[in-house]
């Protein structure tokens, strides 16, 4: 049987990769409110230089989400809130978190190998504990 959500109603979903439900009534699609995290600005691309490190040892991510909750930055993972934590709080709706990242943080990582490029990932969990990174 297919869904038809309520006229006037904005959700829109769709399945991609050809996805087939299980037969039978045990599926349960659950819905609810995520948020849109934006990267609002990165005040340094690079930090780490671990042969000439002068001066140059912090960048600072500031970033907003559309929902209130609490927060994660983590470095490395698939971008699945499979990353190592790096930073943590709680984020208002709308209101631009600034979050320092050092060359300390970095080789504290059990991922760090030296210079080279890492990726971080910003998630803020909404009210029915769906954690939605930045994409």
Do not use: C
């Amino acid at each position: 049987m297919a869904y038809t959500p309520p006229s006037g109603d904005n959700v829109n979903f769709t399945f991609s990769g050809g996805y087939t439900p299980p037969a039978g009534d045990g599926v349960d699609f659950l819905f609810g409110v995520v948020a849109l995290v934006t990267i609002d600005s990165v005040s340094k691309n690079r930090i780490y230089d671990d042969t000439l490190n002068v001066g140059n040892t912090r960048s600072v991510i500031r970033w907003h989400s559309t929902a209130a909750g609490p927060y994660r930055v983590e470095i490395g993972g698939d971008g699945a809130n499979s990353g190592e934590l790096v930073k943590s709080g709680n984020t208002f709706a709308n209101f631009v978190v600034r979050n320092e990242i050092t060359d300390a943080d970095l080789e504290a990582a059990t991922s760090f190998s030296g210079t080279g490029s890492y990726r971080f990932n910003v998630y803020v969990q909404s009210e029915d504990d769906i954690w939605t990174p930045y994409q």
